[in-house]
């Protein structure tokens, strides 16, 4: 289900916040941006944010998951989604949509480069999106920002 070593679990089914499909909402599943992270780590692990707000949730005796940013945004029921969802050995992730930021400033589509972030794979892994000063575009082809692109 899981390995413990580099910890890479599948990714849930929907994003935390508006339990939409990745499919239903396009863009990518995200774990972190430059204002909030969501981090699954187990308890002998280096905490990775240690100068931002941050809340940790107990999963079980092996397994925490520290949440990164605004402490009004992890509401009760949130952590307890969270919780539902690492116990079940998946990984929780949220939308472009509901992140804050990463979607397109003319139709409020998700981009299709999302800067700064974390991206959570089809297969669980964890891939980080550099700061790069270009405009990516963005996903809805009726939208005049559209640009094709794909990272796959």
């Known amino acids: 289900m899981f390995d413990l070593k580099t910890l890479v679990l599948p990714p849930a089914t929907e994003c935390i916040f508006c339990g939409k499909t990745i499919e239903q909402v396009g863009g990518y599943r995200l774990t972190a941006t430059p204002f909030i992270g969501l981090y699954v780590t187990t308890k002998t692990g280096e905490p990775f944010s240690k100068n931002q707000q941050k809340q940790l949730i107990d999963i079980n005796e092996c397994f925490q998951v ?18 539902e969802q690492v ?56 939208c005049e920002n559209y640009k094709y692109w794909s990272l796959g």
């Not at 520290?66 to 919780?83: M, N």
């Not at 891939?127 to 082809?141: A, D, Q, S, V, Y």
């Open 66 to 83: 520290q949440l990164r940013g605004d402490t009004t945004r992890w509401s009760p029921q949130i952590t307890k989604k969270i919780k």
């Open 87 to 142: 116990t079940a050995g998946y990984h929780p992730w949220f939308c472009q949509s509901c992140c804050g930021s990463h979607t397109c400033k003319i139709c409020g589509s998700p981009i299709n480069y999302p800067m700064g972030c974390e991206r959570l794979t089809d297969d669980g892994k964890l891939l980080h999106f550099p700061i790069i000063p270009f405009n990516p575009g963005c996903c809805n082809p009726q």
